[in-house]
């Protein structure tokens, strides 16, 4: 079975444990990195046409408005064959309690049935919020795996508990 990391993340100014500081590397992209390495998946960035502002309190209202509008961002490119993959391990922040508007249109995009989706998120103390649920909701068909919750500010640091996640995903 072929398998995919597809992910959403963010590089700029992000929040970290009650601090702002900027990273170029954002917190999802680090744990992404670290499936695709341990599961040898392949590797997908979900990239907005428009991207968010690198300034944190500008991105948050950027956020704020797309969430409210139920806005579906244009992305910058798709897979090129999404239908080789049976396993996809998805990524993104916890942005507004569930995820980015830009995951949304990369889940709508595509038919889930018979797919097997593990969820891992990135947040700084909201964990999945109702992702999940909301997930099952776009991705009708697909099996929803056992998903892997890290506090972003943390990332560096998850090479063990990503590994854990992946063997018992697995199982």
Known sequence: MAKLVAFYSRAGENY?????????????EKIARMIA???????????????????????????KKDF????????????????QYDEI???????CGTMPMAVFTFLEQSDWTGRKIYPFVTHEGSGFGRSENDLSK???GAEIGRGLSVVGSRADDAGAEVKKWIALSEQ
Do not use: H
């Open 68 to 83: 409210l509008e139920k806005a579906r961002p244009k992305l910058l490119r798709e897979p090129e064959n999404m239908a």
């Open 16 to 28: 970290f444990g009650g601090e702002k500081r900027y990273v170029e590397v954002g917190n999802t």
């Open 89 to 95: 391990y998805l990524g993104f922040p916890n942005y």
């Open 37 to 63: 390495e341990l599961t040898g998946a392949d590797i997908f960035r979900i990239e907005q046409e428009l991207p968010y502002a690198a300034d944190y309190a500008t991105c948050v209202e950027q956020v």
């Open 138 to 140: 776009a991705c009708e």
